[in-house]
DNA sequence: ATCCGTGCAAAGTGTTTGCAGCGTT
DNA sequence: AACGCTGCAAACACTTTGCACGGAT
């Protein structure tokens, strides 16, 4: 979830800096990854998807190369690499402020995930914080339930049967 | 997290009975997984490090019996599969009455986890319903953070610099 | 000339599956 | 006899690694 204020180009220069600054190159490799996490933003992508996806921007590109970004930008917290528990792991843009406050909405019915931007959870931080001595830096909210469209699947049929 | 009041050959029967019902038999393989997660309800672990255990009580156990327990186990919301994206699933027994509401502690300097019983989502829950339509069955919420001991551990070594 | 980064293939790791044999009903 | 369950090994899916080559400084 990257500032949406700025252009995909900014962004690629923020990026850029960010791993230069650090001693590495954005090779045209590593420039293709990232312009295809940042059109797919709302998406949460395997390597795999985003592998076949930079594939058609860059023909030559290997997997192993689309791996080895993805480490290198989550190491440099560019991304978050999740693990939704399907075998596979998958990546998020994170904000550029660093600040990480998204949650998922992952629907047991169709399998969607959502994002969604709420947080709500400073209290409990605080909680946490006095009554366990733990200082929390980062957290992950995942939802399961059943999203709005299957919700109206259901309501469809039952109308049909009543 | 089993009801704790419960002994742990009352557990057993309570499981046997849900397996039952649904057509399945507790043979001694299962048995003794369940019995090895009962005796372990704090810990979160691998498919192998169960294997492990239950192999000291059942050395001809194969690895594969212990998976389609877990996964069996799994199916009957008997255990609750997470991962924590290290590369293998953890195993975690859910609390009797199905309800599932302990959070994650997992401190990025040790990687010890650790559980804690609080809730304090059902406002965000009913936002999410009222907000985004999508009606939450369950959650699941991690911390990353720094835990007592390693805050500790930060606090000594700076007065032993200053 | 050096060194980082790449593509490919091979190896590694966690997990699932096919199958013959066993035990219980 | 039927059928669920098991152990073993093979297969699988995702990910990492070794290595020689290529491109930029």
């Known amino acids: 979830m990257v500032n949406s204020r700025n252009s995909i180009s900014e962004q690629i220069d923020l990026i850029k800096r960010q791993l230069v600054d650090k001693g590495y190159k954005l090779t045209q ?3 293709v990854t990232v312009r295809v996490l940042l059109e ?3 998406d949460h992508f395997s390597a795999e998807e985003v592998f076949l996806l930079v594939k058609e921007k860059f023909p030559e590109i290997g997997l192993a190369t689309v791996y080895r970004t993805l480490e290198l930008l989550s190491d440099l917290q560019v991304v978050e690499k999740i693990n939704f528990g399907d075998g596979a ?6 904000s550029t402020d660093g600040s990480h406050h998204h949650h998922h909405l992952i629907c047991t019915e169709c399998g969607s995930v959502e994002e969604i931007m709420e947080d709500g ?5 605080q909680q946490v914080l006095h009554q366990y001595g733990f200082a929390v830096t980062d957290h992950r909210l995942d939802f399961q339930g059943v999203c709005r469209e299957c919700r109206q699947k ?3 049929s039952e109308q049909a049967v009543g």
Not at 89 to 94: C, I, N, Q, S, Y
Not at 121 to 125: F, K, P, V, Y
């Open 40 to 42: 797919h933003e709302k």
């Open 89 to 94: 792991a998958r990546f998020d843009l994170r």
């Open 121 to 125: 959870l400073l209290r409990l931080e």
């Open 29 to 31: 490799q590593r420039e």
């Open 154 to 156: 259901h309501k469809l």
